[in-house]
């Protein structure tokens, strides 16, 4: 009897440390993706205005997948990252027609589950478990991929 139940409470034991040691894993190999990134390493020159904090979701680097409804649409990449305790977005997005690329650390607003640029008119919203790119406030949104 007692070498079932200690069984059982390392069995219990072990499908907690499990997802703990998944989660820590996951998370660093995030972090050291987005440490590898040159545009990264200094301090960002400008930071996000918090409403409230993001959600783990939005936090990272992401990139617009190609909406097939466009010849030549706009690219679009962001990456939010917390330096020093504070928010800051590096962006970089691209206009399909000119070619004209804008990228740097840019102003944006984190309000939870939505991030919202300062400088041209995109939002990014967390729905459904997955990040979403918004233009010029209109109701068709495209998925982010994890970049």
């Given amino acids: 009897m007692r070498l079932s139940l200690k069984c059982v409470q390392q069995g219990v ?18 972090a050291g993706k987005a440490a590898q990134r040159p545009e990264l390493a200094g ?21 617009r997948s190609r909406p097939s409804e466009y010849t030549r649409p706009n690219s679009y990449r962001y990456c939010l990252v917390e330096k020093k305790g504070k928010w800051a977005v590096y962006y970089d997005w691209r206009d399909g027609k000119s070619g004209e690329e804008h990228k740097g650390w840019m102003a944006f607003t984190i309000d939870g589950d939505k991030l919202i640029s300062g400088t041209e008119p995109s939002s990014y919203v967390v729905k459904d478990g997955a990040v979403w790119h918004s233009y010029g406030g209109r109701d068709t949104l495209h998925r982010m991929l994890p970049d």
Wanted: with cysteine; hydrophobic share 60%; glycine share 6%.
């Fill in 13 to 30: 034991f072990m499908s907690r440390l499990i997802p703990l040691v998944l989660a820590v894993l996951l998370l660093a190999g995030c």
């Fill in 43 to 63: 301090a960002p020159t400008v930071y996000a205005d918090v409403v409230s904090p993001p959600n783990p979701v939005l936090v990272g680097c992401f990139m």
